[in-house]
């Protein structure tokens, strides 16, 4: 997430989120994904893709997989 | 680029922070979104210093930002079809005849639109609509693939010299459709290229700007043993070596010779890098039934117990071109080791250790040489490379200079906004780097655009003398104001082939003549330092013009045309 909002990894937290995160739009949000299924190895649905908005959601949709 | 993508976005970050004003600005214009492609394009032209800076259009207003964005380094046009009208893909099929007829007609006037706001960029890529994203599976053949096909024979024909059409296909072809597209970003956002796809994409078009930007390489050099034919040329002798078409790992040498000879015959220098004995590669490169690769093909030998780094910066001198401009292949992991350590601005290839993919990935690498203006003065590369050795040599006989150059016999021809050179004296500007007073770089189009305009004059120098043509190898760019009678020299350059005979002041007399004779009181000239044009940092100083201003950097320059002193050499005839 650092890499591709332009943050340091410290500021991220449980609440960070489209809301709190300057960079973060639907681009974003994309690379985001891609970034995630490399470093995952896995693939998101749209409906998956969709819940994770912010930080504590996107841990829970990797934990499921 | 194997690396991971959010690596690729931090470096890219990081490469962008040196990047001060000079940048190579490049928009992409499309009706689909493609803005995942904006930092990997970056980071690929960043890698070999080239300070790009991407930037997406505003999405479908491709025709208008084609006006607004025209002016830009660069300018990518990417025209999805499936996207002309919202779900082609699925409606072309319904449509009746004048329908599909009517979406023909109103996209090729709007890529006339195009065609006619981008006429003077730089450089356009234009990418080739496929239908291959949505019709893969039809067997039959169906609407969409009709329209991909009648619209890339409308852009064949209507191009002109500084768009290049970039075939999609073989980009989708070389990594899959699978990876190629998301489907779900397309139906959410429009999205649908995989950033899979754009890396590659990247890398595709990467040799036309690196060639627009003087990056293309010049000279290709390899080794020999293991390189050229199969075996070491020491230990199994003449006999012993292969590079036959007739067996199998003979052919794959032949293949590789074959090419060499190609890239040779447009314009590559191709040489020679080799711990052997001389003599016994001189013997093969003459006698060898199965080489192809002859002494009217090379243009360069370094064969002897030297170790590589020290032959290869050799070679690089005696063609009188930059580390930077060499490709060595070579089949020894200890030299390619070396020459990676010592020479890292030289691009150096391992041959593979499955010898079938050696072939493929020489192909693959050619494209590192593309250049944007083939002309015909590179078919002759190696023949006036030869000749200057020549000419090398008979200086050595004769110990006075000027002697030695009246002796030569020079003859100069100027020729003024001539239109066929075009192509020449756009490659002249991307590839000329030591004895260029300023390195601006011009694609065709560019030049094009300087012979239309009233106030601005190029002129081309073409030398023979008694050993043979040099062909065009020089050129000057003038700016002028009629009103104010004053000039600028925008560009002054000489193909290193003609350096050291002063033929640099016979062209700026030439060129002061004419200002003179068009009412021109002065000129103002620059010089600014560039990595590898140290030489001629005193050039104009040379020319006794006056000094304005002086910095490391840059320096200033005006001549009042009435007192320039002629050099008038007397062996030079124009």
């Not at chain 2, 890398?203 to 690196?210: E, G, N, R, S, T």
Request: glycine share 4%.
């Amino acid at each position: 997430m650092a890499a591709v909002f332009e943050v340091s990894a410290e500021d991220i937290n449980d609440d960070s989120s489209s809301d709190t995160i300057v960079l973060w739009d639907s681009l974003k949000h994309m690379q985001l994904v891609v970034a995630l299924e490399e470093e995952f190895d896995s693939y998101f649905t749209d409906e998956e893709i969709v819940r994770m908005k912010n930080y504590s959601k996107i841990i829970e949709v990797i934990k499921e997989k | 680029m194997n690396l991971k993508y959010s690596e690729i976005l931090l470096r890219n970050r990081e490469l962008g922070k040196s990047i001060s004003d000079q940048k190579y600005e490049t928009k992409v214009l499309s009706n689909i979104i493609t803005a995942q492609l904006n930092e990997l394009l970056e980071y690929t032209l960043r890698v070999d210093d080239i300070p790009a800076v991407v930037t997406s259009g505003d999405y479908d207003n491709i025709v208008q930002d084609s006006l607004k964005f025209h002016t830009s380094d660069l300018v990518i046009v990417f025209w999805e079809l499936c996207n002309i009208i919202d779900g082609l893909q699925y409606k072309i099929n319904l449509l009746e005849d004048e329908q599909f007829d009517a979406i023909f007609e109103k996209t090729k006037s709007e890529i006339d639109l195009v065609l006619n706001n981008l006429h003077q960029s730089s450089l356009v890529l234009f990418n080739k609509p496929t239908a291959i994203p949505f019709s893969m599976f039809d067997i039959k053949g169906n609407n969409l693939d009709k329209l991909a096909f009648k619209i890339n024979r409308y852009l064949e024909s209507e191009i002109r010299e500084n768009v290049k059409l970039i075939d999609l296909e073989k980009i989708i072809a070389s990594i899959g459709i699978t990876k190629s597209l998301d489907l779900r970003y397309y139906y959410s956002s429009k999205a649908l290229y995989t950033v899979a796809f754009f890396k590659a994409y990247a890398k595709y078009i990467k040799p036309f700007v690196l060639s627009a930007n003087g990056k293309a390489k010049k000279a290709l050099i390899f080794d020999c043993d293991n390189t050229l034919w199969k075996g070491i040329l020491g230990e199994e002798g003449f006999d012993g070596i292969e590079m036959s078409s007739k067996t199998r790992d003979g052919a794959i040498f032949a293949e590789i010779q074959s090419m060499a000879l190609g890239l040779g015959k447009q314009g590559i220098l191709i040489g020679l890098c080799s711990k052997n004995n001389p003599q016994d590669v001189d013997e093969v490169i003459k006698s060898h039934p199965d080489m192809q690769l002859r002494d009217e093909h090379i243009a360069i030998k370094k064969c002897d117990w030297t170790d590589k780094a020290t032959n290869l910066r050799k070679i690089a001198e005696e063609l009188h071109i930059g580390l930077d401009s060499l490709v060595f292949v070579d089949d020894s992991t200890f030299e390619v080791n070396l020459v990676k350590k010592l020479l890292p601005a030289i691009t150096t290839l391992q041959v593979p250790e499955r010898l079938h993919n050696y072939p493929g990935m020489l192909y693959e690498n050619s494209s590192l040489f593309y250049n944007l203006s083939f002309s015909k003065e590179d078919m002759q590369k190696i023949t006036m490379y030869k000749q200057s050795v020549l000419r090398e040599k008979s200086k050595t006989e004769l110990s006075d200079i000027e002697s030695y150059l009246s002796s030569l016999e020079f003859k100069i021809t100027v020729f003024e906004d001539e239109a066929s050179l075009i192509p020449r004296m756009s490659q002249m500007t991307q590839k000329t780097n030591q004895f260029n007073l300023t390195t601006k770089r011009y694609t065709e189009g560019d030049i094009k655009k300087i012979i239309s305009e009233d106030n601005s004059k190029i002129f081309a120098l073409s030398v023979s003398d008694k050993f043979g043509d040099s062909g065009v190898t020089g050129l000057c760019i003038i700016n002028f104001e009629k009103k104010n009678q004053t000039s600028n020299i925008d560009t002054f350059l000489l193909s290193c082939r003609i350096i050291g005979r002063n033929i640099e002041y016979a062209f700026m007399d030439y060129i002061m003549k004419y200002l003179k004779k068009i009412n021109i009181n002065s000129v103002a000239a620059t010089y600014i330092k560039t990595k590898k044009n140290k030489q001629v940092n005193n050039f104009f100083d040379k020319c006794s013009f006056a000094t304005i201003t002086s910095s490391d950097e840059i320096k200033k320059y005006n001549q009042i045309i009435k007192n320039y002193k002629e050099y008038q050499l007397s062996y030079i005839r124009i």
